[in-house]
């Protein structure tokens, strides 16, 4: 049973790798190509168009009314947001609101209507956020967690004899 068990953190972490390592390059992509969200939201616009739209009409009216707006603030973020989700998951720092935040990327880019890898990032977020504690079982989020526990007093009514 150890060896399964083993064997069962040892793939997690396999897969919290390389879903780093892809945001890692995704985003370091972007600041050595040079990033401009605006053609990417003004093609998911087109894509909103029609009676089969893969866009939905509520996500184009936030594109149009927030998101073109402020293409300049996301021209900045998206490629620092999937460099440091990139680095946190590599390194199982924050672990848990790195998968979250890449979920939620990964869920935007799909809603503007862009497949690619998407898809399968965001699978790979569920599948390490439903591994729960294994998905940092190797990494910095796991010394965090035990000196967390160990520095915590016991509560009252854990001394009541049962």
Same mark, same amino acid.
């Given at each position: 049973m150890k060896a399964?068990?083993?064997?069962?953190?040892?793939?997690?972490?396999?897969?919290?790798?390389?879903?780093?390592i892809q945001w890692f390059i995704v985003g370091i992509g972007k600041y050595i190509n040079g990033f401009d969200a605006k053609p990417f939201l003004e093609g998911a616009l087109?894509? *909103?168009?029609?009676?089969? *739209?893969?866009?939905s009409s509520?996500? *184009?009216?936030?594109?149009?009314?927030l998101a073109l707006p402020n293409v300049g603030l996301i021209n900045v973020l998206i490629p620092f947001a999937e460099l440091v989700v990139g680095i946190l998951l590599i390194l199982s720092l924050l672990t848990v609101p790195a998968l979250v935040v890449?979920?939620?990327?990964?869920?935007?880019?799909?809603?503007?209507?862009t497949i690619a890898l998407n898809p399968l990032f965001l699978a790979t977020s569920i599948v390490l956020l439903a591994a729960g504690r294994y998905a940092y079982q190797i990494g910095i989020d796991?010394?965090?967690?035990?000196?967390?526990?160990?520095?915590?007093?016991?509560?009252?009514?854990?001394r009541i004899p049962v």
């Open positions: 399964l068990h083993i064997i069962g953190i040892s793939l997690v972490t396999i897969i919290r790798l390389w879903l780093g087109t894509k *909103a168009i029609g009676e089969d *739209a893969l866009v509520w996500y *184009a009216t936030w594109i149009e009314q890449g979920s939620i990327m990964n869920l935007n880019y799909l809603l503007a209507g796991h010394w965090i967690m035990h000196w967390y526990r160990s520095s915590q007093q016991p509560h009252p009514l854990d």
